[in-house]
Each structure stands twice: as structure tokens, then as C-alpha cells.
């Protein structure tokens, strides 16, 4: 399999199905469905709905039995990406190499149509149950977890921590902690979101949540030095790369991706997907 293919056919799929669901611009009121497809549609890599994708796929589910709760996977992490960009957190110009929601459509109409997104994307998740074969009870439990992963306890939690960091002398196990909870419960619940609407046993689903969090921490890491090397402001911050450094970090991140596939050792040869993803990961240039 090609897997730059692969990779480009399921993007496809998920923006087609984002375009169909996302009010036209022209709708009123316009301008906040405006700056919520500008965010939308800035250049994505859609790693978290095809994640969705790649597990159901693992367990035998086709993919359009799910794509919905992938797609509003995918609109809550945009919304998690304005928000962070807005001046009141991390304050930055420029998302995906463009500038940010706020410095086009400036501060009020950007947190609005974050908040949108986020309440899209939970409208999107529930028109999952529309699917016959999908059990309603999988999709309240989808919704348990994704509010869990996403809430004070982990992805909002991390961010907290990320603006407010616990002291200036943080050690590795406060990053770690950190990591998963800012970036690697979104990526962890995608992964179960697909396992569960699946119908994946408990030992798949252990196996695919180690796999889900060795994969985001090692992201974050990922992102952090990339970031060093395009952004020398990112220096001052408490990150990975900042406090060990770029060689080590990306050995890190190299072991924690070796990890992630260990877990996926009972899935065999089905696992080729996942297997790819947890390598583009540490292999991503942006
Ligand atoms: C959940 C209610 C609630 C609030 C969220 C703002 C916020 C609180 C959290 C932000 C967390 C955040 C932005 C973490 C960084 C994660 C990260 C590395 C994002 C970049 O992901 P990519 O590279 O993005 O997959 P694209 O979509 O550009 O490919």
C-alpha cells in the first residue's frame, strides 16, 4: 500500500464530508461561518479523523459508518487551535503558515466561532446515531469520553498547565503529564472513539489506548521542535526540546513510538496502518 496515497484519499473524504456539513459562507449570520471554514479549510492534516478511520478500518468497520464522529473529532480540534492562537493565550499571528482567525476576523467574531465549532462538532458526533449499524449506546459513550478527553482533566487541564506552569524548574514527568493531557488525550480518544464505535473488546482497547498515548506525547514532542526550529520565541517556553534538547527529544520521541507499535503486536499485519501513522509521525515535517 502506498501510504501517501492512502493518506491523501482519506483527507479527501474527511473534507468532503466537512464541506457537506458546515453551513456555506453565505449563510447568515456570514461572517462567523466565514471565519469558522476559514479555520476549517487553512491546510489540516486531518491526523485525528483518520486516526478514527484507521482503527475502525483495523476492526472491520467501514469507514462511513463513522466518518461523522471523525469529522467532529476534527472540528473540535480546530476550535481547540483558534482558541490557543487567540492574544489572551498563546497569542499567535500565524496558524498553518497563514495568519490566525483572530488577525483576520479579529478577537470577538474568533472566539465565537470557536465556540461554534465546538458545538458543531458534538452535533456532528450525535448524527453518527443516524447510523443503522452504529448501537445509540456507543455513541452516549463517545460522547462520555470525548467531553472526558477534552475537559479539565486532560486536553483543557494541559492547557491550563501550558500557560501556567506549575514552577520554573518543571522535570521530564511534569512535560510528560503535561503532553498528555494538552495533546495526547485528543489523539488517544480518536483512536478510542473508532475502537468503541467498533465494537472492540477490552484487550483491543488497552492495546490501542497505550498506542494512542505513546503516539500523542510523541506528537507534541514532535511539534515542539519543530517549532524551535521555525520560532526561536518558542525557546522561553517549558518544552521537551527547550530543556533536553533537539537530539534528545527526537530519541524520545523515537521510543515512545516504538512503544506505540509494541501495543499494536496483537493486531498482526492489520495493524499496517497505525503502524504508518506512528511513523509519519516522528517523520512529519509540518
Ligand atoms: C477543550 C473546552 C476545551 C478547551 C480547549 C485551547 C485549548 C483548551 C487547548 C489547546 C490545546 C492545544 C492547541 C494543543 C496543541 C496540540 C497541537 C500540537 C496541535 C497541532 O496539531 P496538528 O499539527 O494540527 O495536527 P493541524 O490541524 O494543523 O494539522
Do not use: W
Not at 475502525?56 to 466518518?67: D, H, R, S, T, Y
Not at 494538552?182 to 497505550?210: D, E, M, P, Y
Not at 526550529?229 to 530519541?251: A, L, V, W
Amino acid at each position: 500500500m502506498n501510504f501517501e496515497k492512502y493518506l491523501h484519499h482519506k483527507k479527501n473524504i474527511i473534507d468532503k464530508s466537512l464541506d457537506e456539513f458546515l453551513p456555506p459562507e453565505e449563510k447568515s449570520p456570514s461572517i462567523i461561518h466565514k471565519a469558522m471554514r476559514y479555520s476549517v479549510f487553512s491546510g489540516g492534516k486531518r491526523l485525528r479523523p483518520i486516526l478514527t478511520l484507521a482503527t475502525a478500518e483495523l476492526l472491520g468497520k467501514e469507514i462511513e459508518k463513522v466518518i461523522n464522529v471523525a469529522c467532529g473529532i476534527e472540528l473540535i480540534h480546530t476550535f481547540s487551535l483558534i482558541h490557543d492562537d487567540l492574544p489572551c493565550i498563546d497569542n499567535d499571528d500565524f496558524r498553518r503558515g497563514k495568519p490566525s482567525n483572530h488577525k483576520v476576523f479579529g478577537e470577538a467574531i474568533a472566539l465565537l466561532a470557536g465556540d461554534a465549532l465546538l458545538v458543531s462538532g458534538f452535533e456532528l458526533i450525535v448524527r453518527n446515531s443516524e447510523v443503522k449499524e452504529i448501537k445509540k449506546q456507543s455513541i452516549l459513550k463517545v460522547i462520555k469520553e470525548i467531553s472526558y478527553y477534552i475537559g479539565t482533566e486532560n486536553m483543557l487541564g494541559g492547557q491550563v498547565e501550558d500557560i501556567n506552569p506549575k514552577n520554573k524548574n518543571i522535570v521530564k514527568e511534569d512535560l510528560y503529564n503535561m503532553y498528555m493531557k494538552k495533546t495526547a488525550a485528543l489523539i488517544c480518544v480518536s483512536i478510542r472513539a473508532g475502537a468503541i464505535l467498533s465494537g472492540a473488546n477490552q484487550r483491543q482497547l488497552k492495546a490501542l489506548t497505550r498506542y494512542g498515548e505513546n503516539i500523542g506525547v510523541a506528537f507534541q514532542v514532535m511539534d515542539d521542535i519543530l517549532d524551535i526550529m521555525q520560532d526561536q520565541r518558542e525557546m522561553k517556553k517549558p518544552t521537551y526540546p527547550n530543556k533536553y534538547g533537539i537530539k534528545e527529544s527526537k530519541i524520545e520521541a523515537e521510543r515512545l513510538i516504538k512503544e506505540a507499535k509494541k501495543s499494536l503486536k496483537i493486531f498482526k499485519h492489520k495493524a499496517e496502518v497505525l503502524n504508518n501513522l506512528a511513523d509519519y509521525i516522528i517523520s512529519r515535517e509540518k
